[in-house]
């Protein structure tokens, strides 16, 4: 069974910093994109920031700049870096990820942690 384990969510103040980090665990021989995606409520859920196997990054507009997406291949992890953040970056952030685990690739997802900034 693969699984996504994330850590680092919480409440903080505008302006503050954050980082979530999430590591993937279980019958897995390699792993593709990794990615962070979040859903306010009432809201779909949207790409805040990817990164390939190879580095190669992409993030949402709103925060370009502010956050910033990192793994490291050889522990199976992937981070986000969360500075300047503001009222609208409250939502429940899930860890994403293509793994192949032995037989196929999949879609794989935590169970999300929400991070809350408060005025």
């Known amino acids: 069974q693969v699984q996504l384990v994330e850590s680092g969510g919480g409440l903080v103040q505008a302006g503050g910093s954050l980082r979530l980090s999430c590591t993937v665990s279980?019958?897995?021989?390699?792993?593709?994109?990794m990615a962070w995606y979040r859903q306010a409520p009432g809201n779909q859920r949207d790409l805040v920031a990817r990164i390939s196997r190879g580095g190669i990054t992409k993030y949402a507009d709103s925060v370009k700049g502010r956050f910033t997406i990192s793994r490291d291949n050889a522990k199976n992890t992937v981070s986000l870096q969360m500075n300047s953040l503001n009222l609208e970056d409250t939502a429940v952030y899930y860890c994403n990820a293509e793994c192949f685990n032995g037989r196929r690739w999949e879609n794989y997802w935590g169970q999300g942690t929400q991070v809350t900034v408060s005025s």
């Open positions: 279980g019958r897995i021989s390699g792993i593709s994109d």
